[in-house]
């Protein structure tokens, strides 16, 4: 399974951006899936994450600013930032995850995009 990212840029603070992670080599409904992001000199932390059942939990600091969700059709899934302020500069992963609940867990990454809020 690999996991490529895209769709990071510059914005200005208070604009969007949209971040997309394509999965591939396997299918994306059998995953939990998450976006991370990890900011200079900052450990990586969670910021979403979509079930396969399509709940989705945010962290705090996401403020009801972002959206995850799937197109399973596509392998993809999605990142909608709205309203994105300084702080939310970071490169951010996706994250595939599967528990097989037989003692066999699956987890897989992706590289990163970067994602920059300046004026």
């Known amino acids: 399974v690999q996991l490529v990212e895209s769709g990071g840029g510059l914005v200005q603070p208070g604009g969007s951006l949209t971040l997309s992670c394509a999965l591939s080599g396997g299918a994306l409904s059998l995953y939990v899936m998450y976006w991370y992001r990890q900011a200079p000199g900052k450990k990586r932390e969670q910021v979403a994450r979509?079930?396969?059942?399509?709940?989705?939990t945010y962290e705090e600091f996401v403020e009801s600013r972002f959206t995850i969700s799937t197109n399973n059709a596509k392998n993809t899934v999605y990142l909608q930032m709205n309203s994105l302020k300084p702080e939310d500069k970071a490169i951010y992963f996706c994250n595939a995850n599967q528990n097989t609940g037989m003692g066999e867990e699956y987890d897989y990454w992706g590289r990163g995009t970067q994602d920059t809020v300046s004026s």
């Open positions: 979509v079930t396969r059942g399509g709940i989705t």
